[in-house]
């Protein structure tokens, strides 16, 4: 659930922070506009089939019941059953891809550069362009997916889709007013939905997407990740290493001290009770036992990782800018 523009990529500067840098007009989409109405004034351009594709950028991932699929720069998408082995499948533009979600082992979709919306229904082996539109001059930074049909995008200057239909129309809705920047997005297992964004924000809906209420934390940065660790929390991250939870649906935020003033780019909860974050200077940070018990990592790459997901026996895949990497569970174990 990240963005970059691949020319300004740096090992101290956070991708998202690459695409907000930039100045860009927020132009609203029509509402409930079709897919063919929104497919903007460029015609998309294919992919390049490349060979080291999977060395290459990657900036989000996700684990579905056939195996991986991970997206990145250029419009690439690759899939994998068992996480080593990593196939480039065509894809009709290409933009840089930041978020990636499955509703289920068919059903899925892909954002990023260029306000570019895909959709697959065969578990990614073939994708259509359901939005992309660059003059536009947005990205979407995340995307969710509750079901086949009900989704959210998310991206900067307070870009807000949502859409009933699987993605065949998108309904421009409202986080904030002030337009600041939506980064990540996630669902709690009660159903409310939660937004990480910057100058320490978080926002909460509790009926579908339709309203939203603003929380305010005491760090005034960016978060670019938020995950719900168990049934009870929610837990927020960002720049140089900070992190809140809160157990009471966001009316109070505490301070969850990491150990590393490293930003935290991404994260995944394999499971109850752990907690997987991942950022600068290849830092992986694995939480247990109600977030009190902390373990750090740092792959020797000193790439910074965007995200991380169960990977082949028991082991853990990463996502940087040189494509995956497997990093062995007993550097993680307490």
């Known amino acids: 659930m990240n963005a970059i523009v691949p020319a300004l990529w740096s090992r101290c500067v956070p991708n998202a922070l690459v695409v907000i840098s930039v100045l860009l007009l927020l132009v609203p989409v029509q509402a409930g506009a079709a897919v063919d109405d929104i497919l903007g004034e460029r015609e998309p351009v294919p992919a390049v089939m490349a060979p080291l594709a999977a060395h290459s950028l990657l900036t989000d991932a996700v684990k579905t019941e056939a195996g991986y699929v991970a997206v990145g720069q250029r419009g690439h998408i690759l899939l994998?059953?068992?996480?080593?082995?990593?196939?480039?499948?065509p894809v009709p533009v290409n933009s840089t891809l930041t978020s990636?979600?499955?509703?289920?082992?068919?059903?899925?979709?892909?954002?990023?550069h260029d306000a570019t919306i895909l959709r697959t229904r065969d578990g990614g082996r073939s994708w259509e362009v359901q939005q992309y539109d660059p003059p536009l001059e947005l990205s979407v930074l995340d995307i969710l997916f509750v079901n086949e049909h009900r989704g959210y995008a998310i991206g900067n200057f307070g870009y807000y889709l949502y859409t009933t239909d699987g993605g065949e129309t998108w309904e421009e809705g409202l986080v904030n007013e002030d337009e600041t920047h939506l980064n990540a997005i996630t669902r709690a297992p009660n159903g409310d939905l939660y937004i990480a964004g910057?100058?320490?924000r978080v926002y909460r809906s509790d009926d579908g997407g339709e309203s939203w209420t603003q929380f305010e934390t005491e760090y005034g940065g960016s978060y670019f990740t938020v995950l719900a660790p168990d049934r009870e929390t929610i837990l927020v991250a960002g720049l140089r290493g900070n992190a809140f939870v809160t157990r009471d649906r966001g009316e109070t935020w505490e301070r969850l001290d990491l150990g590393t003033d490293f930003s935290i780019y991404g994260g995944y909860v394999p499971?109850?009770?752990l907690t997987l974050l991942v950022g600068e200077n290849a830092r992986v940070i694995a939480l247990r036992?109600?977030?009190?018990?902390?373990?750090h990592f740092s792959d020797p790459s000193g790439n910074p990782l965007l995200h991380?997901?169960?990977?082949?026996?028991?082991?853990y895949l990463t996502f940087d800018e040189e494509g995956v990497h497997i990093i062995e569970r007993g550097h993680l174990e307490p």
């Open 80 to 89: 994998s059953e068992n996480g080593r082995d990593w196939e480039q499948v």
């Open 308 to 315: 991380i997901l169960p990977g082949p026996d028991g082991d």
């Open 198 to 200: 910057e100058f320490g």
């Open 271 to 273: 499971y109850d009770r």
């Open 289 to 295: 036992n109600g977030l009190e018990q902390i373990t």
């Open 100 to 112: 990636v979600h499955f509703a289920n082992r068919q059903h899925g979709w892909a954002g990023g």
